[in-house]
């Protein structure tokens, strides 16, 4: 089964800084697809980012990037100019090739504080 | 926002009593999920549907049935409540198998069994 790996429990980050989410994920899969989802206190879960395991460039969303290591099954996430609004829980996902559930799995998450 | 709507968002129930959680989504999207999420567990995956009538379980789905019976409503059962189920529900929706596909997802439930 595939397992994806936060080692991350908590994180702080000063406001206007950046700061990096550590994420680690085991497959034998070739192509699958890698996501970072935001949980504010709200509940909701908010789609960030998602990288395709072909592709090499690693994906950008505005202050937000990713550091996609293949060989190393690694996939952190960039926040840069760190804002308010950007605490959260943070979840690293990975997907599979399309098959039974195409479901994703999830990392136990990092939460980050903001600090004004 | 993606038209998902959980009901209820908040239910306190007792030990052994059954209990139904309903999503509902206006996507028409074909796959629909069960998760559950809770501290040092992240996500874990209940039971999906991929189809009317069409489910299958996920890697907790113990406890747990669901049924599906038109594209927009599905159903998540607790059979027979107990303490280890207190837990936040999710429930997403996808439009079909694909790697990019995004999953959308509900506000989730916050179940307490007592």
């Known amino acids: 089964a595939q397992t994806v790996t936060q080692s991350q429990p908590e994180m702080s980050v000063q406001e206007a800084e950046t700061v990096t989410l550590s994420c680690t994920y085991d497959t034998s899969e070739s192509d699958y697809y890698l996501f970072w989802y935001k949980q504010p206190p709200s509940r909701q879960m908010i789609l960030v980012i998602r990288q395709e395991a072909y592709k090499q460039q690693n994906a950008t969303e505005n202050r937000f990037s990713v550091n996609f290591q293949k060989a190393a099954k690694s996939f952190s996430l960039k926040i840069s100019d760190s804002q308010l609004g950007d605490a959260a829980m943070y979840f690293c996902?990975?997907?599979?090739?399309?098959?039974?559930?195409?479901?994703?799995?999830f990392g136990t998450g990092t939460r980050l504080t903001v600090i004004p | 926002d993606a038209g998902i709507t959980q009901s209820p968002r908040h239910k306190v129930t007792e030990t052994g009593t059954p209990v139904t959680l309903r999503c509902h989504q206006t996507e028409n999207h074909r796959y629909m999920y069960w998760y559950r999420q809770d501290p040092g567990h992240g996500l874990r995956l209940i039971h999906y549907s991929y189809g009317v009538k069409d489910t299958d379980k996920g890697e907790v789905s113990d406890g747990y049935s669901v049924s599906r019976s038109k594209t927009e409503d599905f159903l998540l059962t607790l059979e027979s409540a107990t303490s280890s189920q207190t837990s936040v529900y999710f429930c997403?929706?996808?439009?079909?198998?694909?790697?990019?596909?995004?999953?959308?997802f509900g506000q989730g439930t916050r179940l307490t069994v007592v």
């Open positions: 997403a929706i996808s439009v079909a198998p694909g790697l990019n596909t995004e999953a959308f």
């Open positions: 996902a990975y997907r599979s090739p399309p098959a039974g559930a195409n479901n994703l799995f």
